[in-house]
């Protein structure tokens, strides 16, 4: 497993040292010579620097010479019979380093996956797909559903749904309107509707790779916090679901970036070009049912496709913000202080008489959030969705 080529390698040292970065170019040096405990100091000292201030202000410098220390101790974790470890450093090569080494990184990461490891018993595996098949046919019931949902659900303004629309016809009647609307029959032939169905060919896919994962109600909650774990501990996790400071949410995380083979079961749905614009993330929502998304808004155009499950979502226009209470704090001021599932009508007494969109979002159905729109979300059974944010271009916003 080489580490990168000699070349970029040199380069990014001497950028490295030119930084002040002596001793990370000095460990690095000796790991490549395999010393195990200079890659791993390497890597610590890159990783300070990554967490040194605000990610936007990190060097890009840093975050390759980051992901250079991750393949140099994946590359001995390896040689020394640590294959979990190796892939660990890996996965956080691509999920925090840089581009310059990410054809290494995934390169690395090929050939140790391609490795053989042994399987569930064909006895566990037929268990576990029953309760899986379970898992995604909770709450089909719309009295049941009602009974977790926030008050007043399902009785306000449906959100139009509309059959194989057109780009044209999204454009004109939704897109240039900043009008919420349903999709349905555009993703069917995407190969995930029906791969991710089975629980095994996700975790053959996937089921070593280490993922961030939320753990708790919502990010807002004080009990909430972040792991990092493999995706087949992840899957395990699906049926913890009884205490809510437990429910464990991969949520919007570049997880197609990361694997390559779940990106080829999905696709760029044509709307996300509307406005002459292009995509600026695609972010995977995966979880139990219970996961919620707290009321919030976006700045960008949003798809959100429903490829596994259900899920509730309510939609405010932007015009209600005020009446919303944001988080006076910058980092959640996009973020409602109102718990719409514990609403407390004498701290937040505007909320309660405004009027919504709200929608039970099908397998297969595809939901437009224009920017700025207010959307609180919570599955109803195991779900996982994929969110395509796109920035049209100023021409656009100013004509809509």
């Not at 046919?137 to 926030?150: E, G, S, T």
Request: hydrophobic residues 40%; charged residues 25%.
């Amino acid at each position: 497993m080489a580490c990168g080529g000699g070349d970029s390698e040199a380069a990014l040292l001497r950028e490295i040292t030119g930084e002040g970065g002596f001793a990370f170019a000095a460990s690095a040096g000796k790991a490549a010579a395999g010393d195990l405990r200079a890659a791993e100091a390497a890597r610590e000292m890159a990783w300070e620097q990554l967490h040194s201030g605000p990610w936007s202000e990190v060097g890009a410098a840093w975050r390759d010479a980051y992901a250079l220390a991750c393949l140099h101790v994946a590359r001995l974790r390896r040689a020394g019979g640590d294959r979990a470890a190796a892939l660990r450093a890996l996965d956080m090569g691509l999920i925090m380093g840089g581009n310059l080494l990410r054809a290494d990184l995934e390169a690395a990461l090929a050939c140790i996956v391609a490795e053989s490891t042994d399987g569930d018993g064909a006895e566990a595996a037929v268990e576990e797909a029953k309760r899986w098949r379970e898992g995604l046919q909770r709450n089909r019931d719309i009295a049941d559903a009602l009974k977790i949902l926030p008050t007043k659900s399902l009785s306000c303004k449906e959100i139009a749904r509309r059959s194989c629309l057109s780009l044209e016809e999204f454009i004109c009647d939704y897109f240039l309107r900043d009008t919420p609307v349903i999709i349905s029959g555009c993703i069917d032939h995407w190969p995930a509707m029906t791969k991710w169905k089975d629980i095994q060919y996700l975790k053959k896919i996937a089921g070593d790779r280490n993922v961030p994962v939320e753990v708790g109600k919502s990010y807002v909650c004080s009990e909430w916090k972040q792991e990092l774990i493999t995706f087949s501990q992840f899957l395990e996790r699906m049926w913890s679901t009884v205490c809510p400071s437990n429910v464990t949410y991969l949520a919007q995380h570049p997880l197609f970036e990361q694997i390559k083979e779940l990106h080829e079961d999905i696709m760029v749905p044509d709307y996300c070009y509307a406005g002459g614009g292009e995509l600026q993330s695609l972010n995977a929502w995966f979880g139990p049912h219970g996961t919620v998304t707290p009321l919030h808004y976006d700045p960008h155009h949003n798809i959100l496709a429903q490829v596994l499950g259900r899920k509730y979502i309510r939609l405010y226009p932007g015009s209600v913000s005020e009446d919303l209470y944001p988080h006076t704090e910058t980092m959640l001021s996009n973020t409602s202080q109102v718990d719409l599932d514990n609403i407390d009508a004498k701290e937040f007494p505007r909320v309660q008489n405004l009027d919504f969109m709200d929608c039970i979002l099908e397998e297969g159905d595809l939901l437009y959030i224009p920017p700025k729109w207010w959307h609180y979300v919570r599955s109803l059974s195991i779900s996982f969705s994929v969110s395509f944010w796109w920035r049209a271009a100023a021409i656009t916003s100013d004509a809509s």
